[in-house]
């Protein structure tokens, strides 16, 4: 297979040949929930081998991830996080916190952080703090923010986010923001690409959003 | 009592107890082409175009035969959709023993698992067990595949990566050959193929790598596994690089085939090549042949 092609992926640790979510990933909190979003681009060196990715994950039934990195990295810890938070909600007897997954998550990462290329963001609502948003970047620091991007594609709209972003959004200003932040991304960024993926999440549940690439706000 | 120990020894030796990879021989293997005129053996590769699409009624995978070790075709018609189970099929790509046994190892593991759950198995079950040793060995069991089969809850195609990722799509292609047969696939990919149309296209995918990649040549194999529970394999389905045909019509000069008997044996005198065998006699000298 091909080896990294970027001098990125390179001095990122990937091995020749892995498969990499070279990605724009992004999660936005609002006053009752949060929204979640990503481009569906998974590459290995230069080719694209799937067009189509899903890379936002269920840990829960109210708290997803956006996984960045590399593939089988972060398949298996979320794997691991999954299995982990069903276990403690059958011990706790109520829905988790979504501070109990993106810690979970953080420690996973921290402690093998030699041997994995992760980044995630986790977002999601419990009934205690309402819509949250945690980033776990590559050496496993969990930090709460009101809005995250990450990927490769994150570095060409961290202008665009800063003066885009206002307080207290309503959930369809926050879907916009997300949308119109990744189309940007996917415009500039090689190693994004394809249909952008959006899950919205509150106290009724998860809702799931697909926009066709031929549908994104902006593109080239 | 000495059989005893030198069993023990024995056991030590093959370090048969301890799980992994055994790397004592790493340092002596890495010297031998430095100190030696020995070169290492390359090991053998499904250069390969492997590629699966779901239909209608179920899923059709398709693969080449071509095995190559280094830049040399190793094995013209070897197998490379490897079964799970009754009802779940793998094509392999990548270090042709890695493919084989991984595969064997999880149709082992599903076997037993059957047994014990007394259900058929399920597609996504192959998967996750696939994923997790792949992981595990962290990319250094170099396996791609492509898993396709019918359960309970539909037809299903995934890929699996040697570090251990997975996807899940309609229509996928692995191995050196993947972009030819991609290509073809992109093109001519609908919803709700009939069986006739699929085969037709995975046919085609193959053929794309058989003929537009240097690591895939030979037949088209295929194997469909279909929505009510009935799979055909058909090894060999397709064979547009067959050789037979050219080597029987070429006419070789009559000199070169010799008949027996063609040359008269005027005198027998045989030396024996040891004392002792003065009184061995050869019954019948012309019934060698080759």
């Not at chain 1, 189309?183 to 999440?201: E, K, L």
């Not at chain 2, 251990?164 to 292609?173: A, C, E, M, R």
């Not at chain 2, 009184?279 to 060698?288: R, Y």
Request: proline share 4%; charged share 20%; with cysteine.
């Amino acid at each position: 297979m091909a080896m990294p092609s970027t001098s990125l992926e390179h001095s990122m640790g990937l091995k020749p040949g892995e498969v990499a979510t070279g990605t724009t990933i992004m999660a936005v909190e609002f006053d009752g929930g949060v929204v979640l979003g990503a481009d569906s681009r998974t590459s290995t060196g230069t080719y694209v081998a799937n067009r189509v990715s899903d890379k936002l994950t269920a840990l829960h039934h109210h708290i997803y991830c956006c996984r960045s990195g590399s593939a089988a990295d972060t398949q298996a810890l979320a794997d691991y996080v999954r299995y982990f938070l069903a276990s403690h909600a059958i011990d706790l007897g109520r829905t988790p916190a979504v501070y109990t997954a993106a810690k979970l998550m953080s420690t996973l990462i921290y402690r093998n952080k030699d041997n994995l290329l992760a980044g995630v963001i986790i977002g999601g609502w419990d009934p205690k703090d309402g819509g949250q948003v945690y980033t776990v970047t590559l050496g496993g620091t969990l930090q709460r923010q009101k809005f995250s991007i990450g990927g490769s594609g994150s570095t060409y709209i961290y202008g665009h986010v800063d003066e885009a972003f206002k307080e207290n959004m309503t959930r369809e200003e926050c879907q916009n923001f997300v949308k119109k932040a990744i189309s940007h991304a996917m415009a500039r960024d090689g190693s994004s690409g394809g249909v952008i993926r959006m899950v919205t999440i509150d106290k009724s549940g998860v809702s799931r959003e697909f926009i066709p690439g031929d549908k994104l706000p902006y593109g080239p | 009592m000495h059989g005893e120990s030198g069993k023990q020894s024995l056991r030590g030796a093959l370090k048969e107890d301890v799980p992994g990879f055994n790397f004592d021989n790493y340092a002596r293997n890495a010297s031998l082409p430095t100190e030696t005129t020995m070169h290492l053996p390359s090991a053998m590769k499904t250069g390969t175009t492997i590629a699966g699409v779901t239909f209608k009624d179920g899923v059709v995978l398709g693969a080449d035969t071509r095995a190559t070790g280094g830049t040399e075709v190793a094995d013209k018609n070897c197998e490379k959709i490897h079964y799970l189970a009754p009802n779940i099929y793998c094509c392999g790509a990548g270090t042709a023993a890695d493919t084989e046994k991984t595969t064997e190892m999880i149709s082992s593991q599903l076997d037993l698992l059957r047994l014990s759950t007394g259900s058929p198995s399920r597609v996504v079950t192959a998967c996750t067990m696939l994923k997790r040793m792949l992981f595990r060995y962290q990319g250094h069991v170099s396996a791609a595949l492509v898993l396709g089969g019918v359960d309970s809850s539909g037809a299903h195609l995934y890929q699996i990566y040697p570090h251990g990722s997975t996807d899940k799509n309609p229509y996928v292609t692995m191995g050196s050959g993947s972009l030819a047969a991609m290509s073809v696939f992109e093109t001519g990919f609908k919803e709700d193929m009939t069986e006739a149309e699929a085969i037709e296209l995975v046919k085609e995918a193959i053929l794309a790598g058989i003929y537009n990649d240097l690591g895939s040549g030979s037949n088209v194999d295929l194997t469909i596994i279909r929505r009510n529970g009935e799979v055909t394999v058909l090894r060999g389905y397709l064979t547009p690089n067959d050789v037979e045909p050219l080597r029987t019509s070429y006419k070789r000069p009559a000199a070169l085939s010799v008949p027996a008997g063609a040359t008269a044996v005027l005198s027998t005198h045989m030396d024996p090549a040891r004392p002792g065998l003065e009184g061995l006699v050869i019954e019948d000298a012309t019934a060698m042949t080759f």
